[in-house]
C-alpha cells in the first residue's frame, strides 16, 4: 500500500504549490524566503518538488516546505496539503486505535474464560501446584472451541499488553481419551 506521502508526491502539481508561495518554477533560482537573500540562491526541481537554498542550506521536500512556512508537524502538513489540493487519502484506522481495540476485545475475552473455568479445573491445576492466588492473578480460563474446551492462559508482553492466548487441552477429556 502507498503511504500518503507517495500518493500526494504523484497527484500534486509542483508549479501550483510553488505558486501559492509566489514562486514560478523555471531553471533559474529564486530569492530565498528562509533568509534575507540579495541573490537568487534557492534552487527548486519542478520535476520532483525538492528545493535547496544554497546560502542558508534550508531545503527538503514540499512537505518540509509546507511545515517550514506553517509551523505543523509532518502528519499536519500531510492532511493539510491533501485538503488544500483536493487529493484523496485512503482512510484508515490509525494502528494505535486498531491496538487499543484490539486490547480491548482481548481483555474482555480474557474476563469471560476466567469466569467460566469450572471448579473441578481449578482444582486440577491446584492440584498441578498452580494456587488460586496465581489463577486469579494470571487469569486462567476456560474456552469452548474447535469443538472442545480448553484452558486459556493469557501471555503479556513486557509492556503488559496480552499478546496471545495459550491453549491447553482439557486435562478431563484427555484423561478420557486415555482410558
Ligand atoms: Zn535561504
Known amino acids: ?13 509542483f508549479k501550483k504549490f510553488y505558486a501559492d508561495y509566489g514562486f514560478t518554477l523555471n531553471s533559474k533560482n529564486h530569492k530565498c524566503c528562509f533568509h534575507d537573500d540579495s541573490n537568487p540562491s534557492l534552487s527548486i526541481n ?6 535547496k537554498c544554497h546560502a542558508c542550506d534550508k531545503k527538503g521536500s514540499i512537505f518540509d516546505w509546507y ?9 499536519e502538513a500531510i492532511k493539510q496539503i491533501a485538503d488544500k489540493y483536493n487529493i484523496e487519502l485512503p482512510k484508515s484506522k490509525s494502528n494505535k486505535k486498531q491496538n487499543s481495540e484490539k486490547e ?10 476466567h469466569k467460566n473455568l469450572p471448579e473441578e479445573i481449578r482444582t486440577y491445576l491446584n492440584n ?9 492473578k494470571y487469569k486462567l480460563g476456560w474456552w469452548n472451541c474447535y469443538g472442545k474446551t480448553w484452558i486459556v492462559i493469557p501471555i503479556k508482553d513486557k509492556n503488559g499488553k496480552h ?3 495459550k491453549l491447553r487441552r482439557n486435562p478431563m477429556e484427555e484423561n478420557k481419551n486415555d482410558n
Open 1 to 13: 500500500m502507498k503511504t500518503y506521502k507517495e500518493i500526494i508526491l504523484e497527484q500534486i502539481d
Open 46 to 51: 519542478e520535476a520532483n518538488g525538492l528545493f
Open 67 to 75: 511545515m517550514l512556512h506553517h509551523n505543523v508537524d509532518f502528519k
Open 104 to 113: 480491548e476485545l482481548t481483555a474482555e475475552l480474557i474476563e469471560t474464560c
Open 128 to 136: 498441578r501446584g498452580i494456587p488460586d492466588q496465581l489463577i486469579n
Open 163 to 165: 499478546t496471545l492466548l
